[in-house]
């Protein structure tokens, strides 16, 4: 089955600086790769998602690449703020494949 | 109330008690997941209902045992649990149950199991 793993497990950055998150992923069927951010005591919500028909998208300070034939993909924040602060999850799947997700990246927006 | 909601936020538990969990959605979605989260550890799906069908066991342990009776509530009834079933227990809701949809969760069950 679908094994994700998800780097780093913390990561902390100065307010106004970028964070990158990586993924990579092992069954090649996976065509859906979605990040969720957590916020402390809150639900998983969805912040983008990415088909594997595209390399790329953005939207405003957050943008997804993905590399099919590494088996790879991350999560880029430009210009961090605050309210950035978060557990982020990436996850691979889609179509009949089951989501799995990763283990999740602890991201600290420093002022 | 909108999206998903769950009740109750907050369970504590004995071995030997027999307790259930609710989930609703207003979304009129057709599939409906449930999840539990553990600290330090990935979001592992449990179960998968589409369309009031259960399409995904995910070897989860005979105590834990899903309802569905329509497409917009889903139960998990509990018994006998042990501590280290203690966790975050969400769930969520997509259009339908391919796997490619955004699925919309709810602000889980903290359930402590003593």
């Known amino acids: 089955g679908e094994n994700v793993e998800q780097h780093p497990s913390t990561l902390s950055v100065q307010e106004g600086d970028s964070a990158v998150i990586k993924c990579t992923y092992s069954?090649?069927?996976?065509?859906?790769f979605p990040w969720y951010k957590q916020e402390l005591g809150k639900r998983p919500q969805l912040i983008i998602d990415i088909r594997s028909n595209v390399g790329e998208k953005k939207d405003q300070r957050i943008a997804v690449t993905l590399n099919k034939t590494a088996k790879h993909f991350s999560l880029h924040i430009t210009e961090t703020q605050p309210e950035d602060s978060a557990v982020y999850f990436c996850a691979a799947g889609g179509g009949a494949q089951k989501l799995v997700f990763g283990q999740g990246t602890r991201l600290t927006i420093n002022p | 109330e909108t999206g998903v909601t769950q009740t109750p936020r907050h369970l504590v538990m004995g071995m030997t008690n027999k307790k259930s969990l609710k989930c609703e959605q207003h979304l009129g979605h057709n599939a409906m997941y449930w999840y539990k989260q553990s600290a330090k550890k990935p979001l592992e799906l449990m179960f998968v209902y589409s369309l009031e069908e259960r399409v995904e066991n995910n070897s989860v342990p005979s105590r834990f045992s899903p309802e569905c009776p329509n497409s917009s509530h889903l139960f998990l009834h509990l018994h006998t649990l042990q501590p280290e079933d203690s966790a975050l227990y969400l769930c969520?809701?997509?259009?339908?149950?391919?796997?490619?949809?955004?699925?919309?969760f709810g602000p889980g069950t903290r359930l402590t199991v003593l």
């Open positions: 069954d090649s069927a996976s065509n859906y």
């Open positions: 969520a809701s997509s259009q339908d149950g391919r796997y490619g949809d955004e699925q919309f």
